[in-house]
């Protein structure tokens, strides 16, 4: 099978990591087939950012290993995933006059427009990942998506800029590069999850996705088909597991079974007197914990992010009114009864999001841990076949300013239909 039908995906998050190869009968072919698929424990990370590059090398290289097995091919080159609660948004506006003297906007005015709208002050040690143009003005006609062949005087850009602390997104780079695997695009995780769980008309709408990983929980916030809002939670599923730990005074790796096997996100719906015998989880441990109890650890823990989710959201002023509501996704939202909590705390209708439009390993995939993997490749696919919707660009890296018009202008060829 020719290497340039073949797309790898690759998940880095804080619990686990996970690859899979897909591979592309064809340019105009957008349903992936699933073709390989590896997962393992992610050592060597904490909330979404390396502090072990050796151990978290050996992590993505376990993954790889599976990956290579299950598909037969050798991984030299993948789509990865970055995160964490370094990661910022902002907005940005840039403005140009229409330069053509019979004032139809060209793609150099947008060019120009993004470019204005890029140059924005940065910290000490930040970097820019992705530049998304959400709509255009021209004269002050708002809502405009795409201004091409327009006619107008005065064109402005209004984006989104998102950035990660330089250091942390090199010690990712080194860990990829210390595994032997090329990075094609670096993607903001729950960016890339969107791609595989989310239907046009949810994003007309007004939805909200929530990416429960390890260390964080990542939203973001879509209407009229624009992405309002990105936010990253520094606070995931594994707090919940360390406070079971603590709680049942037993180890990490039991907490978390206990947390999916016998948890609950709703404690008072559990009996006072339901208990669980350790030992029969793991057989080194011993005594009984009280389900009841479990849950009102899980529940608090859960019940502090959604607060912190409302919080979010009544800041852009969408607290209960988004109508296609929240979308749970990530390792963490397999917690029993996390659905019945985000309906009664966020006053929206909630779901599970199942990665879709694939074919092949299906089975392998069909779970909400797989969202930002499978993304991935669907991130890939508009990259390469030019239907990204959302025109999002690509930095990745801090390129010269010289040459970060040329960067747009490859990109927005891509982007745009």
């Not at 897909?22 to 060597?44: D, F, H, Q, T, Y």
């Not at 793609?107 to 530049?131: G, K, Q, T, W, Y």
């Not at 402005?156 to 990075?183: F, H, M, S």
């Not at 990253?232 to 079971?244: A, F, K, R």
């Amino acid at each position: 099978m020719a290497k340039n039908n073949i797309i790898v995906g690759l998940d880095v998050g804080t619990s686990k990591v996970r690859a899979i190869v897909a591979s592309i009968k064809g340019k105009e072919e957008l349903r992936p087939k699933i073709i390989g698929v590896g997962e393992s424990n992610s050592l060597g990370m904490r909330k979404g950012v390396v502090v072990d590059i050796e151990e978290m090398t050996k992590s993505i290289k376990r993954a790889i290993d599976q990956a290579e097995r299950s598909s037969g091919l050798n991984i030299e080159k993948a789509y990865v995933s970055v995160g964490g609660s370094h990661i910022k948004a902002k907005t940005s506006k840039g403005i140009v006059a229409v330069s053509r003297a019979d004032e139809e906007v060209s793609e150099d005015d947008v060019l120009r427009a993004i470019n204005n709208a890029s140059a924005v002050s940065l910290d000490p040690n930040r970097e820019v990942l992705h530049v998304i143009p959400r709509e255009f003005n021209i004269d002050g006609q708002e809502g405009i998506q795409d201004p091409r062949g327009m006619t107008g005087v005065r064109l402005e850009v209004d984006t989104l800029i998102v950035e990660g602390l330089t250091p942390y997104i090199k010690n990712l780079r080194k860990c990829l590069a210390n595994a032997q695997v090329e990075i094609e695009g670096l993607v903001l995780n729950v960016l890339a999850a969107s791609n595989a769980v989310l239907t046009r008309k949810q994003k007309e709408l007004g939805v909200l996705i929530l990416d429960f990983g390890g260390g964080t929980v990542g939203m973001t916030v879509y209407e009229e088909r624009k992405l309002i809002h990105i936010n990253v939670l520094p606070i995931g599923s594994s707090h919940i597991t360390n406070d079971l730990a603590i709680g049942l005074r037993t180890s990490v790796e039991v907490a978390e079974k206990v947390k999916l096997a016998y948890g609950s996100c709703l404690a008072d719906e559990v009996g006072k007197k339901e208990t669980i015998d350790l030992s029969k989880i793991d057989e080194k441990e011993e005594g009984v914990a009280n389900r009841r109890e479990i849950s009102r650890i899980i529940e608090a823990r859960i019940d502090e992010i959604f607060s912190l989710v409302n919080k979010e959201l009544k800041k852009i002023n969408r607290e209960r009114l988004l109508p296609a509501g929240a979308i749970l996704i990530g390792g963490g939202s397999k917690i029993p009864e996390i659905i019945d909590l985000a309906k009664e705390k966020l006053k929206l209708p909630v779901q599970l999001g199942y990665p879709q439009g694939i074919d092949g390993l299906v089975d392998k995939v069909d779970d909400p841990a797989f969202a930002t993997a499978v993304g991935l490749i669907f991130w890939a696919l508009e990259m390469q076949s030019g239907r990204e919707e959302g025109k999002i660009f690509n930095i990745g890296r801090n390129p010269s300013r010289s040459g970060f018009l040329g960067l747009i202008k490859k990109i927005f060829r891509i982007f745009l239909p």
